[in-house]
């Protein structure tokens, strides 16, 4: 009975080993890990663009029928402009600074256009009181105290200007 214990004894020693020497030699499956940085802009979210920041937002067609088109990253290098409406503030670029960046020094008037409710300014409208306001769907908003708020040019597609 003894050697019928200790044989058995071994096998179990003998398949024990034997099973942790399998479990040793499986590896889990290893599959590639995509080590893409993501940069994440210091800017508040309504001011993030949703596509590539060099694509062209909109275009600015000039007097003479060229056209300039207008990125992400040039609204980026002008300087921002807060506007208090309806007692909340809208910030973005002035619209005479995006006109110059454009090379327009010259106009009587400018048509915005876009998704929706196009709008007419005269050159003495594009002033202070008229920014190109940031939303949160990476465009920009006509703002302007010149025109009522839900008469605001949304997602700015073109400026005609004359």
């Known amino acids: 009975m003894r050697f019928v214990f200790a044989v058995l004894t071994a096998a179990a ?21 995509s080590e893409t940085a993501v940069a994440v802009p210091k800017t508040p979210n309504s001011q993030q663009p949703t596509s590539a920041s060099s694509a062209v937002l909109f275009q600015v067609v000039k007097v003479d029928g060229t056209s300039f088109g207008i990125s992400w990253d040039d609204l980026k290098k002008l300087p921002l402009a807060n506007l208090t409406v309806d007692g909340k503030v809208e910030e973005g670029p002035r619209l005479a600074d995006v ?17 929706a409710s196009p709008a007419t300014l005269t050159r003495a409208q ?28 949304k997602d700015v597609s073109e400026i005609k200007v004359k």
């Open 126 to 153: 594009v002033d202070d009181n008229t920014i190109l306001d940031f939303n949160n769907h990476g465009t920009v908003k006509l703002a302007s105290t010149y025109i009522p708020k839900a008469d605001w040019t």
């Open 99 to 115: 006109l110059k960046a454009a090379g327009v020094t010259d106009f009587s008037e400018v048509t915005l256009t876009g998704s």
């Open 13 to 33: 020693l003998f398949l024990s080993a034997c099973g942790a020497a399998v479990q040793s030699s499986v590896t889990a499956p290893t599959f590639p890990v």
